[in-house]
């Protein structure tokens, strides 16, 4: 809250000291300004992570789309019921892992060209329903405030009062897993029809506003071309969609395309809900005024350890580097995480491995849903606080 003193730090720059008994994890406060700036972080990174090289992103491209379409065509070929929920499970990875490479295009850390990130930038993302240029604005606007509850777009928060507005059904659908991912999907597909209206990709609660609408408040007026020319290339999937459902039937394109698509969004919902909330050690706080910076917010997010996914999903679970640095092309942030460990000390929290499979981070999800309700309407450093009555409803139900 504001005017709360911040712990003082054990160690060097928070890093633990075995040798001293006082210098133990609940010393360490994650809401105190760090003892080190942004340019340290940066200078800590080796020069080469910086460079962006176009061969090589387009190595991963390619990877990924013969991928899609030799898992397409063997779901084709093969056609029983023993395949088609392997396919689903694998090609809905494949599509986020392609959103991630339109993501890494929105950012300019595909390759030095503008040009060239955004025309593979529409690509990608349309060809997966992702209005390109929509998203790449509202994402930048999470980049730069990120951990800021008011300013932040992405998994923003929700103040007390908002919560408290809030009707009983709202917050248990909202709160209960895995209705958020499961049923999330759903709503975004039938929202793509609702677009004009200003319905589609909606926000959170408290703040209004589509990805499609030129003139949303998401965007400045001379991006308004931008959001037409995304919408444009948006319909023109979608209208290759309704004409193969003409030809082979809507039956074969929901099978081959609807619900891989359905699987995508659920991994974008959890990843990015996971990289900003969920972290089992301690809460982690939000900020607002003049305690918000663009270091302590990036600070805020959290790394993940996905196993086989990370190299599938280009390995965007390095988000704490990500999100300061974004620049950096996805290939160079294992690297650029590795060299900037010792000067984050204790503001950089470890992942916990990982099997196979992230099947430990359900438990996080979980957790997080269960507790992570809303934060109080005042205070320039505040922390989520748990509805008592929705967490005895949501306790109940799992029991």
Not at 44 to 59: G, L
Request: charged share 20%; aromatic share 16%.
């Amino acid at each position: 809250m504001e005017g709360v003193e911040a712990k003082p730090m054990k160690g060097v720059n928070g890093i633990h000291d075995p040798n001293n008994k006082e210098d133990n994890d609940a010393d360490f406060d994650p809401s105190a300004p760090p003892p080190f700036k942004i340019a340290e972080i940066r200078a800590a990174i080796p020069k080469h992570c910086w460079v962006k090289n176009p061969w090589r992103s387009f190595s991963y491209v390619l990877r990924d789309l013969v991928v899609i379409f030799a898992m397409a065509a063997a779901a084709i070929y093969f056609n029983n019921w023993y395949v088609w929920p392997l396919y689903w499970a694998a090609q809905g990875t494949m599509f986020w892992a392609l959103f991630v490479l339109g993501h890494d295009c929105g950012h300019g850390s595909f390759s030095d060209s503008r040009l060239l990130n955004n025309v593979v930038g529409h690509f990608l993302h349309s060809a997966i329903l992702v209005p390109y240029n929509g998203w790449r604005i509202s994402h930048r606007t999470h980049h730069q405030n990120h951990g800021h509850v008011e300013n932040d777009e992405s998994w923003v928060p929700l103040t007390e009062k908002v919560y408290t507005s809030l009707d009983e059904s709202t917050r248990k659908f909202r709160f209960r897993v895995p209705y958020p991912i499961f049923a999330y999907p759903f709503y975004l597909s039938l929202m793509c029809f609702l677009y004009w209206i200003d319905l589609q990709w909606t926000r959170s609660p408290g703040k209004q506003g589509s990805h499609f609408n030129p003139y949303s408040d998401l965007f400045a007026p001379n991006e308004r071309n931008d959001i037409i020319t995304s919408t444009v290339c948006w319909t023109v999937m979608l209208a290759f969609l309704v004409c193969m459902s003409v030809i082979v039937g809507p039956v074969q394109v929901l099978k081959i395309y609807g619900v891989p698509y359905w699987i995508f969004v659920m991994w974008l919902d959890m990843v990015t809900y996971l990289h900003h909330h969920g972290y089992d050690e301690h809460k982690l706080p939000w900020y607002r005024g003049k305690e918000w910076s663009y270091l302590r917010g990036g600070l805020t997010t959290i790394d993940r350890d996905y196993g086989l996914i990370n190299n599938i999903h280009h390995d965007i679970g390095t988000h704490v580097i990500h999100h300061l640095f974004p620049q950096i092309p996805h290939y160079h942030l294992v690297e650029a995480t590795r060299s900037a460990k010792h000067v984050l000390g204790k503001y950089y929290r470890e992942p916990k491995k990982s099997g196979p499979f992230p099947f430990h981070l359900i438990n996080n999800l979980v957790a997080s849903m269960s507790n992570d309700h809303y934060v109080s309407d005042t205070g320039d450093i505040v922390y989520y606080q748990t509805d008592p009555k929705l967490y005895k409803s949501l306790k109940n139900k799992l029991i």
